[in-house]
Nanobody, 126 residues
Framework: QVQLIESGGGLVQAGGSLRLSCAVSGRTLSSYAMAWFRQAPGKEREYVAA????????DYADSVKGRFTISRDNSKNTEYLQMNSLKPEDTAVYYCAADPSISTMTRRSVSGIEYWGKGTLVTVSS
């Protein structure tokens, strides 16, 4: 059974930075394309970024492009999301997702994705 465990969330002031991590167990990370989604209170879960199995392709939502960087270290079975220049509107629970296909991820939809983590809360104060 594949498990995804997020960490690194917390409270940060606007303009600050955080790095989220997603540790994968039960299968080697290189078996999966990875993505981050987020869900703010009262809103639907939305796409943030995705990365292909070996990191050759990345994709970002317009709202985070230029501020967030997705990366992975397959030797550590861990995916990352570096978040810079954070804004209050970035406040959300951030979820790690895994699927064998990068095409599934770049549809930018929650449907059809094989595995999800339980999320880590990021709060950005103004």
């Amino acid at each position: 059974q594949v498990q995804l465990i997020e960490s690194g969330g917390g409270l940060v002031q606007a303009g600050g930075s955080l790095r989220l991590s997603c540790a994968v167990s039960g299968r080697t990370l290189s078996s999966y394309a990875m993505a981050w989604f987020r869900q703010a209170p009262g809103k639907e879960r939305e796409y943030v970024a995705a990365i292909s199995r070996f990191g050759g392709m990345t994709d970002y939502a317009d709202s985070v492009k230029g501020r967030f960087t997705i990366s992975r270290d397959n030797s550590k079975n861990t995916e990352y999301l570096q978040m810079n220049s954070l804004k209050p509107e970035d406040t959300a629970v951030y979820y790690c997702a895994a699927d064998p296909s990068i095409s599934t991820m770049t549809r930018r939809s929650v449907s059809g994705i094989e595995y999800w983590g339980k999320g880590t809360l990021v709060t950005v104060s103004s």
